[in-house]
């Protein structure tokens, strides 16, 4: 059972809501008031969604991201340790390793190799993860572009 008092009442017991505000402008100035839109014609969704939002495209990045991460700290890890070792640790580099040539100009001449090596990695994550899902969406892509060529030739 309600009391008449409601204290949690933006309105006081002996006063009443307000109107509402009328259908007309209440300024002589003003302009009309447009009508409401029609609705848009309702269509069925498709069955997956569009390339724009497709979770492949983050996938597609991800990999490529990784893929130019480890290729890149090959080499450039293998460079920074190579300077390190000259600046910190020139006894070590100036030691003969075999028949007088010492262990700075073969990690030197490794840098080569190594670079090689980076290469070889960026081209083997590029054929093994990052080719096939961009192909996967090249794919898709196509075949969006048919479906709504498809739908716009058919009256659309």
């Given at each position: 059972?309600?009391?008449?008092?409601?204290?949690?009442?933006?309105?006081?017991?002996?006063?009443?809501?307000?109107?509402?505000?009328?259908?007309?402008?209440?300024?002589?100035?003003?302009?009309?008031?447009?009508?409401?839109?029609?609705?848009?014609?309702?269509?069925?969704?498709?069955?997956?969604?569009?390339?724009?939002?497709?979770?492949?495209?983050?996938?597609?990045?991800?990999?490529?991201?990784?893929?130019?991460?480890?290729?890149?700290?090959?080499?450039?890890?293998?460079?920074?340790?190579?300077?390190?070792?000259?600046?910190?640790?020139?006894?070590?580099?100036?030691?003969?390793?075999?028949?007088?040539?010492?262990?700075?100009?073969?990690?030197?001449?490794?840098?080569?190799?190594?670079?090689?090596?980076?290469?070889?990695?960026?081209?083997?994550?590029?054929?093994?993860?990052?080719?096939p899902i961009a192909d996967r969406i090249r794919k898709e892509a196509a075949l969006d572009a048919k479906r709504e060529a498809g739908q716009w030739?058919?009256?659309?």
């Amino acid at each position: 059972m309600s009391s008449p008092y409601d204290p949690y009442s933006p309105y006081s017991p002996h006063s009443s809501p307000p109107a509402p505000s009328p259908s007309y402008a209440t300024y002589p100035w003003q302009p009309p008031v447009p009508p409401e839109p029609p609705a848009p014609p309702r269509h069925r969704t498709p069955d997956h969604p569009p390339l724009g939002h497709h979770s492949d495209l983050r996938i597609l990045r991800g990999a490529y991201r990784w893929q130019r991460r480890v290729a890149t700290l090959t080499a450039l890890g293998y460079f920074t340790l190579f300077l390190i070792l000259s600046a910190f640790a020139p006894g070590f580099m100036t030691d003969p390793v075999a028949d007088g040539l010492p262990a700075g100009l073969l990690l030197a001449l490794l840098q080569l190799p190594v670079t090689w090596l980076a290469i070889g990695l960026y081209e083997h994550t590029a054929r093994r993860y990052v080719d096939p899902i961009a192909d996967r969406i090249r794919k898709e892509a196509a075949l969006d572009a048919k479906r709504e060529a498809g739908q716009w030739g058919a009256g659309r």
